[in-house]
């Protein structure tokens, strides 16, 4: 980076500004309810002038917290099964970034604890919730920015596979988290290119395809330091479009697939790729292969192919096929642009595109039985 760039740092948890008729409508309840569970949970809402009337200001951080703690209270069973999500589909160009983005975000407005992990070296996942992979160590001092904006590890440092990734050398956890929404929003496990090794070490190892669901399994019936899962309800792998060995990892440790697909000829044969690999899977005897769910994205309402393709997938794929689509909308480009990176959910909570985001949300746990 040269001298004179600039360099945007992300303020976690303070991204958006919120007053209470937006929280009612962003956690699905009424204000008087807002306003009562603020009491009851005991949260420090701060106040601001608007003329003579003051008003309660919710930051990112307090949206979530206030869902968290919402739905915490209202367990009637307190404790937590893990469900783990892969987002996949071969074709490029599909969104598959930028709606786990949005799912992460609308599952953490819903009361879940999520983890969402970026499995792909080229790290769009990572941007869009904020972070360069670019600034090391001396760029941020260099350019007085905090730690916690620095990239050091990705999810293969907390593998065993030798020579590259060795457990004893992982980082602690909870070091190498990251909090874009804040303590309660959905927590990123960043990548970056160095990501790119990990199929590779995944190939030369005879058990490669199982160690990502071994070590998950691991972490949930022994936590420890360098990696407990006990606290999250809901984990997301954000995958690169190429079939790799870490694909095949992931299918292993995944309960659920979900493919994007933009309503076009190739995105449509990309679904039958991405079932290709989970039958092949079944087809050597694995018990527990990923539930496939299949959501169109980028409709455009008119437009004959995506009423077509849509159409096929319906007859090919009926108990997969996710009924609501996600409209093609210039709010997801500006949301995409935007230098603080807030997701559409959160930027628009009142667009057509939130609407459908939500509509698709929904319709993923009722089909999950989540």
């Known amino acids: 980076m040269e001298n004179n760039d600039s360099v945007d740092?992300?303020?976690e948890g303070l991204q958006t500004i919120h007053y209470t008729g937006q929280v009612a409508k962003l956690l699905s309840i009424s204000h008087s309810t807002v306003k009562k569970s603020i009491s009851d949970l005991g949260l420090d809402i701060e106040t601001s002038m608007c003329g003579t009337v003051s008003r309660r200001t919710f930051c990112t951080k307090d949206l979530f917290e206030l869902a968290v703690k919402k739905r915490d209270k209202s367990r009637k069973?307190?404790?937590k099964k893990l469900k783990i999500f892969i987002v996949w589909n071969e074709k490029g160009g599909v969104g598959k970034s930028s709606f786990t983005r949005e799912f992460a975000t609308i599952l953490g407005l819903k009361g879940f604890r999520v983890l969402v992990v970026d499995a792909d070296p080229q790290n769009s996942l990572t941007t869009m919730f904020g972070y360069n992979a670019e600034i090391d160590e001396e760029i941020a001092r260099e350019y007085g920015i905090p730690d916690n904006m620095v990239i050091k590890n990705h999810f293969g440092n907390l593998l065993e596979l030798p020579p590259l990734f060795r457990r004893s050398k992982a980082p602690i956890f909870s070091e190498m988290l990251k909090k874009p929404f804040g303590e309660y929003g959905p927590h990123l496990i960043p990548s970056n290119e160095s990501l790119s090794s990990l199929s590779y070490s995944l190939e030369k190892d005879p058990y490669g395809a199982t160690v990502i669901g071994n070590t998950i399994r691991r972490a949930l019936k022994t936590p420890s330091d360098d990696l407990d899962l006990s606290d999250y309800d809901i984990m997301i792998f954000d995958c690169n479009p190429s079939k790799t060995a870490l694909i095949d990892a992931l299918y292993y440790a995944s309960d659920f697939l979900v493919i994007p697909v933009r309503l076009d000829a190739l995105s449509v044969k990309g679904v039958s790729q991405a079932l290709d690999v989970r039958d092949a899977m079944a087809s050597k005897g694995v018990e527990n292969v990923p539930y496939p769910l299949i959501v169109?994205?980028?409709?455009?309402?008119g437009?004959?192919?995506c009423s077509?393709?849509?159409?096929?997938?319906a007859e090919m794929y009926p108990s997969n096929l996710v009924s609501q689509t996600i409209r093609e909308s210039e709010d997801m480009n500006k949301a995409l642009e935007d230098s603080l990176r807030v997701p559409v959910t959160l930027a628009a909570p009142s667009s057509k595109l939130t609407s459908d985001l939500f509509a698709v949300t929904e319709e993923i746990l009722k089909k999950c039985g989540i």
């Open 77 to 79: 069973d307190p404790a």
């Open 296 to 301: 169109g994205n980028m409709y455009k309402a």
């Open 9 to 11: 740092v992300l303020q």
């Open 308 to 313: 077509r393709n849509y159409s096929r997938l």
């Open 303 to 305: 437009a004959a192919r």
